[in-house]
């Protein structure tokens, strides 16, 4: 099944909490703390592999988690670091946020992006000792690792794209100039998915062509399937339309290809400045001959003749095909450049629903997951911070009173007492 579309979840790994722990042997009775850090959570990563085709597996499996990091032990002992999860994606796949922001654009072999970091695992008492504090009762919990939504697009990458309306042939083509087997029948849409092939001429010369199906009149506004498709077309090199010159259907030939030109001028106007080839099939059909003069005569177009059924004009064409690609370049895929703005990472925000008030903030967010709250020094400790980091400050300002409830991050939740 050939999917283009897909949203998924994704989530780095926690990193592991650090260890609590004081050293006990023999003869050493003051060894102090030992407990070693928690290891790294694992990250979510997105690499390019040229063997999958589709988004099939990762539309069918979206939540996409990596592992998280180990406890820290005792003896200062770290945790192992999660492993990191990499998810094979085809050539041309582009990942968005929900809102439609473009992240990455992975089409080379070997592209990778990293989609959700690992958090960085907790510290354990060991890492708290001090002058001021030789027996530290203190651990940090693992940071939880980044998560998002994102929408995933593949966009194929082929050399050469094969346009038409249905029954023009394009599938007979396909098979005849590669090694695709696609499926033929004498119906409309009878391809409903994309079908590639690869070429090699007899000088090793090789290229993969690509055959778009459901395109009709009204395709870039829906009708059809071609507004599902016709994105496929942006990154081919060269487009061949194909047009039915036998008026096998009592079709216009010139009419054809004048909706065909419509409707890609509509959906992109890039994609009607692209290189065109236009390839007049079923030229073994009688009337064919005299179609071809008509259509010239109308469009100023001096099509190239072939029969894919016949087998007619097939290795002119494939040479044509060669040489004109020669002379093409490689189609250049460009990034949107995002600007990073740096912001403190201290910088909360503070509201008021009746006697509650909600803090929020990157940093403090952080710090609240990481505290453990079965341990006072830790609690202590995520207070300290949010005293230094102007907290209390700003709730004085709002007109906070004694009693009032105060819940920061969404969790860590406190009765408000003046000092």
């Not at 609590?20 to 042997?25: D, I, Q, T, V």
């Not at 709002?398 to 003046?418: C, K, L, N, P, W």
């Amino acid at each position: 099944m050939f999917i283009d579309r897909a949203k998924i979840y994704v989530r780095g790994g926690a990193g592991g909490p650090g260890c609590l722990s004081f050293r006990r042997e023999k003869f050493i009775p003051k060894g102090g703390p030992d407990g070693g850090n928690g290891g790294r959570g694992g990250d979510v990563v997105f690499q390019v592999n040229p063997s999958v085709k589709t988004l099939y597996d990762v539309r069918f499996h979206p939540h996409i988690r990596a592992a998280n990091g180990a406890p820290g032990e005792p003896n200062n002992r770290f945790g192992k670091d999660g492993k990191t999860l990499e998810v094979s994606v085809p050539p041309g796949t582009m990942i968005y946020t929900e809102e439609g922001e473009l992240l990455a654009d992975l089409f080379r072999e070997g592209d990778r992006w990293i989609a959700a970091r690992g958090g960085r695992g907790g510290r354990g008492n060991a890492a708290f000792l001090s002058n001021t504090n030789r027996a530290p009762y203190i651990r940090e919990l693992g940071e939880p690792g980044e998560e998002l939504t994102l929408i995933l697009e593949l966009k194929l990458i082929a050399d050469v794209g094969l346009i038409g309306l249905p029954n023009a042939g394009k599938s007979t083509l396909l098979s005849v100039l590669s090694n695709a087997n696609p499926k033929i029948a004498s119906y409309p849409f009878t391809t409903i998915e994309p079908n590639l092939g690869a070429v090699v001429s007899e000088r090793g010369f090789s290229f993969v062509v690509a055959d778009l199906p459901g395109l009709i009149e009204g395709a870039s506004s829906g009708t059809g399937l071609g507004d599902r498709f016709l994105k496929h077309a942006e990154r081919n090199r060269l487009l061949i339309h194909l047009i039915d010159m036998g008026g096998v259907e009592g079709r216009d030939p010139a009419e054809d290809y004048r909706v065909i030109q419509k409707e890609l001028s509509q959906y992109d106007t890039a994609l009607a400045d692209k290189t065109f080839l236009v390839v007049a099939n079923k030229m073994d059909v009688t009337e064919a001959a005299e179609n071809l003069k008509n259509f010239s005569r109308v469009t100023g177009i001096d099509p190239f003749p072939i029969s894919a059924a016949t087998g007619e004009g097939i290795r002119e064409l494939k040479n044509h095909i060669i040489k004109t690609l020669e002379e093409l370049p490689p189609v250049e895929i460009t990034i949107p450049e995002k600007i990073i703005v740096h912001e403190d990472k201290r910088k909360f925000t503070l509201s008021r629903e009746g006697d509650a008030f909600f803090v929020d903030g990157v940093y403090i967010r952080k710090i609240v997951q990481m505290t453990d709250f079965h341990l006072e020094a830790s609690v202590r400790r995520c207070t300290d911070i949010m005293e230094k980091i102007g907290i209390f400050k700003a709730l004085a300002e709002a007109g906070a009173r004694d009693g009032d409830t105060v819940i920061v991050a969404g969790s860590f939740e406190f009765f408000y007492q003046a000092d």
